[in-house]
């Protein structure tokens, strides 16, 4: 009994340091992001180390160490973001919650508390209820949470304490602070830009899809080609599935990288007034694409395959239009991650249709016309 | 000029009140929402109000309004995930850094401030790196948050207050008054339950996939059967495509409430143990599906057109077949909805396959078989 569970602790801890290398080696930046988070918030723990900043700050200097753990992100744009919602929050939430404990100290001490819980009610109620605006919940969302915060705690501690001014004011500075150490050990140590991730993953899904329609071809033609497949390519199939599938599912991270990358400022290639709401569009037809690819897909081990000789008939424009879609799309693909002109892709978009246009003459009611064209439609949208 | 900003500032006002009102009438339960969170909010600054309770727990009694702004979330689940995550990680974290804080003390006044560092460098570096094993970020990822704040809070402010203990003890009862405020507050007046939220997303996807099935036909042969299409018809059609699109797109939505129902206990016909990941299955199943029918339809539109002649011949069996997997997806979506057995679905799957072999028969390599037996194929599996 005990030597089973010292063996399944055993299997458990091995399972738990291959899943840790694989994460790490997957992208390292994990690594970094991880010791930078380590960094930051030592380096913030220093204003209670230090006698004369302690005293200035007091028990608030916390509030810079809190505010550092919240607001660091993985890429710039997402902590830039938070860390400015969170500075203008709390500026604003204390100036409000300023005025109106002012207000409410004006109607006398039996009715202050009333007044201060209406206007704690009012103001949490609204501000929550704008947290469901989808324009302001992209960009804003963070903002009014601290807003609501700041607001019933100068609000509502005022009530006991004279000093309001003065403590609102702590909390604004220590938060800066916080929030500017937080940004700027972000984007010292190895930044990590969102803008470039969004760059990167639109052009590795375009990649996707190309080597997807690269080997549907020969895929499908394999019978007729006389190709047994290996156990590689067996494999090769299910890896390209799962990543036509990756790339259907990337909506809400294309859409989250978006949102941070509206942050970032200019970096390398990335200039400012950079078109990130392309990125958006591409993505969406790209997703259109890979639709249509999960669908020939299916369509491959379906049960209805046409006969060899069939096949064989269509074999030569499909096996072209196919590889040339392929191509196209690998173009496509490299033209965006290296920000050139797509001229490559031209040739072998032309190639494409000439190839479809062949099939039509071949004939007039064909599923492979009808199916592949509307898959090079979106080709021809992008180029 | 004036003229011109003030007629501005009225169409924007009109435009947000629009807006407002949409949002409203599209869920009223973020009305409700909004009140709930102002109630709590204003319940929990009662403890700043009266001085016996104020005087047991001094300012920290703020992080009982704090706890309540950022755990309190739209549904019960979310609230109760965050509340344990909150308050089991101010437990941990509070231990851990009490245990920390000891033990540097030992290490005399010159070393233990790099003891302290160290330490804190450490967990916060380690703590965020498991931030990204997938599993633990579902399901933990605010209580590694709330774990550094809280271990960085103890361990570093006791370097200056030799009463941590009784700052521990001090932040968790607040902690743990203002986690249970929230989750009872949002459990007991009107209760948005993520799991029921989930249940209906997916029943009501398989109706839109019905719906598109149900008047695909009629749409793909309207010209055979003399139907002009009326403005209300291409309206109906294109917000068919969109409801198609948020089909596909709504992965992310489903995952999100899975996570949170998880944390829900039996409510309603939920019982415990309800099997909440055959959602995330028949969620994939849906969204495949939905992917062949935005196939289906930008073929509706794309240039190849079969000539009406050649349409007439197989107007009868796809007729039948598109309206039987429309009646057979409605079946299931009321099945799934009411929680019966989908017993009604099953005569109309047959009837669909019945339509599908009568094509098969009467072509051998036609488009209509192919593509709708794999739109037939998820629908068997459904059932």
Redo the contacts between chains.
Sequence with gaps: MLMSNYEKIKTDVSHISQ??KQ?AKDDPR??V???K???A??LV?LF??FDPL?EGLG?NA?WA??TV??VFEFSVGATLGKGVNRGLATIIGGMSGFGAHRLSSLSGDKLE?FF??FS???????T??MR??PKVKARFDYGL?VF??TF??IC??G??DDQVIDMAHRRITTILIGSSTAVIVCLIICPVWAGTDLHNLVSTNILTLSLFFQGFGIEYFKTSLDITPSDDEIEDNKSSLQAIKSV??S??NIDTLLNYARWEFRHGRFKKGHPWTQYQKIGELV??CA??A??LH??LY???Q?PNE?KAKFLEPCMKMSTESGNCLSELSMAIKKMNKPSKAKPHLQNAKQAVQNL?VLL????W???N??DV?PVATVA
């Excluded at 704690?120 to 609204?126: D, E, K, L």
Aim: aromatic share 14%.
């Design positions: 899943l840790t994460l994990r690594i992001h991880s010791i988070v380590g960094f918030i030592t723990s209670f180390y302690y028990m916390m160490v809190l753990v919240v508390p201060l819980g704690v009610f009012i103001t949490a109620g609204v929550t209820f469901f605006f949470l609501i915060l019933c705690l509502v501690s009530y006991r259907l599912n909506k809400n997703r259109n639709c249509r999960e669908a299916s369509f379906s049960q209805g046409a069939v039509n007039t009611a064909n599923i016309k009808n199916l064209l509307s439609t």
